[in-house]
């Protein structure tokens, strides 16, 4: 009799006081199972969930843990009771509405729980612009667009509870004011302790010094199956496009031996593609430090030809790199020595220890062709040398100091005559041309300025990751950096 008086007074008290939210708004806290309502059912959904052994997990676990005490338990069923008879619930965290707002709704609101490419899900996709000027809003709730998405990231998917994504449009789309394409990630940057400006300004400094490609950014906030998720960067991946790696693209198992000259897209030392390995110093064939993985990016199958062609091309490379001549210049017959040095000082002014142990390579079709390198991309172990040996690890290159990581290949070109001759050349003109006065300072105020709010929403989404607003910080370090890079490379040197 009692199980009956409740459910009669849930459908009363449903049906007058909490009404299913529109998906356009957030889901109310408490609706377990997803129907936009907290009532009887998300009572048996949390009991089902107490008896499975679920787990707490910070990302998904806002609605089921409904009391917020990082546990799913019998408390969690009295708060929904609680609330079913006319308690209040803490408000859910929402979004800003300063930043155009991405919802996404997977198929059946499962969790993305892997970033493997055979586990994408199903998902509508709308972005509500939020009236903000320079931004279009594409589709609504009752007219969504269509995407997949899984996760991405190594340690940031392992290691952080806010979580990073890969989506692919259905069709090509503007996506903020962006070159139309089907590809992007939403980059949580959860272990960005510097404002969010490793990234942002990584990316600014690789336009301005003239990198071919350099991957767009917007900071936009999403909601994720009626769950406001916090802050993110939708940023373009990088891919072979005619707006982004704009090299020739060639088949699958191709053959033709003019063909397969050309339209290599690598990067090195990932590890879920096609793959070619070369040994760097020719030591130790177990050492694993000594191995340079070349992951190919544009292919997902080599034929005999192409495997052949790419490994004697990176051997032969490898081999020029590694001679004791330091006035050699063979080399340079196999890497575009002017985009070697772009992407090498963008990542010494960042400080960015990841830069030369991971990192973006391709070549356009020819004998003649060489290997550019770009674009840059995950600036996320920028400054990271600070804490382990103070402001003073600014006056070391990255190659002196790597830590946990290897750099592969930047140590010994490094030992180039040429090479030291055009960086100083490359610095000069870069310095000299208003890189010194480029207003970095009042860039990087704006920025921060400009995603503050969102920011705000987003600690409350994630108090783990309530960072101080460290941009003071983080100007300190890069005029450290570029302070001292000058007086190595500039006209006084």
């Not at 997977?106 to 892997?114: K, L």
């Not at 449009?169 to 980059?187: S, V, Y």
């Not at 960072?467 to 890079?485: A, G, M, V």
């Amino acid at each position: 009799m009692e199980k009956i008086k409740l459910a009669i007074l849930c459908v009363i008290i449903t049906c007058s006081c909490l009404l299913a939210q529109a998906q356009t708004g957030l889901r109310p806290r408490g609706d377990v199972n997803c129907d936009w309502e907290v009532n009887i059912s998300d009572v048996k959904a949390v009991i089902d969930s107490i008896f499975a052994n679920a787990q707490y997990h910070a990302f998904y676990s806002y609605a089921t843990d409904v009391n917020s005490d990082k546990e799913i338990n019998i408390a969690d069923v009295n708060a929904i009771i609680g609330a079913i008879l006319g308690k209040e619930l803490a408000p859910m965290p929402t979004f800003s509405g300063t930043l155009p707002v991405l919802y996404i709704n997977t198929e059946g609101y499962r969790n993305i729980d892997s970033k493997e490419k055979e586990d994408y899900l199903h998902a509508d996709w709308w972005l509500d612009a939020e009236g903000i000027e320079g931004f279009e809003s594409i589709g609504s709730p009752d007219s969504p667009h269509g995407m997949v998405i899984k996760g991405r990231g190594n340690y940031t998917w392992t290691n952080l509870d806010k979580k990073s994504f890969r989506i692919k449009l259905d069709n090509k789309e503007n996506l903020m004011g962006m070159n139309k394409n089907r590809h992007f990630c939403l980059l949580a940057h959860a272990d960005d302790h510097l404002a969010k400006l490793k990234n942002t300004v990584g990316f600014e400094l690789s336009r301005r010094i003239g990198l071919e490609y350099t991957p767009a950014q917007e900071p936009v906030e999403v909601v994720l199956n009626g769950q406001y998720i916090g802050l993110y960067f939708l940023t373009e991946k990088p891919r072979v496009d005619k707006h982004r790696v704009n090299i020739e693209e060639q088949n699958n198992n191709e053959t033709d031996p003019s063909i397969i000259t050309g339209g290599w897209f690598i990067e090195v030392n990932a590890f879920d593609g096609p793959m070619v390995y070369i040994q760097e110093h020719y030591m130790d064939p177990w050492d694993w430090d000594d191995m340079l993985c070349f992951k190919i990016d544009n292919l997902d199958e080599l034929s005999t030809e192409q495997r052949d062609y790419i490994t004697q091309f990176l051997t032969n490379a490898n081999i020029a790199i590694q001679t004791d001549d330091t006035t050699s210049t063979e080399w340079e017959e196999y890497i575009d020595l002017t985009s070697l040095v772009k992407f090498y000082m963008v990542g010494e002014i960042m400080d960015n220890l990841e830069h030369f142990s991971s990192w973006f390579m391709y070549k356009h079709r020819g004998e003649e062709a060489k290997m550019m390198f770009g674009p840059v991309w995950d600036f996320g172990n920028s400054y990271t040398r600070v804490p382990i040996f103070g402001v003073d690890s600014l006056c070391y290159y990255l190659y002196e100091q790597p830590t946990f990581t290897h750099p592969h290949w930047i140590q010994e070109m490094s030992k180039f005559a040429h090479f030291q001759e055009v960086i100083r050349q490359v610095w000069q003109e870069f310095y000299g041309s208003g890189f010194n006065d480029m207003n970095l300072d009042q860039f990087i105020e704006d920025f921060v300025e400009h995603i503050k709010p969102a920011n705000k929403a987003d600690v409350v989404r994630w108090p783990d990751y309530n960072i101080e607003w460290q941009k003071n910080d983080f100007k300190r370090y890069i005029h450290n950096k570029i302070d001292w890079l000058n007086s190595q490379w500039g006209e006084a040197d």
